[in-house]
């Protein structure tokens, strides 16, 4: 019932996402800040992805995931051929923000 957890170079930066977005070092994710993400988007998953997400989210007791909670929730969301490719453009956007356009006159 358990989902499995995203492969090592995935979960350092599903981790890396985390640290960057507990900006108190808290240790702790609120849902809104979880939600805020939008990983469900970003990284294209499917309907049965999401609904398993919800899922989890609603079955913490308290509106807030540390990170061990963050990962399995990430887990869910993140389908395990996601491309490197573009696992890393999206993670690189969260951690770094998105990249510069550049304009030209």
Known sequence: EF?????DFHQ???IEIFENKD????????????????MGE???SNDEQIESSKKFLSAQKEKQL???GFIKYASLLIH????????KQITTEYIQGPAPTVTTT
């Open 80 to 87: 395990p051929l996601l491309k490197d490719k573009v696992f």
């Open 3 to 7: 989902a499995e957890y995203v492969a």
């Open 12 to 14: 350092r930066k599903v």
């Open 23 to 38: 900006d108190k070092q808290t240790g702790i994710l609120s849902f809104d800040d979880v939600e805020a993400l939008k």
């Open 66 to 68: 540390d990170l061990p």
């Open 42 to 44: 970003n990284f294209r």
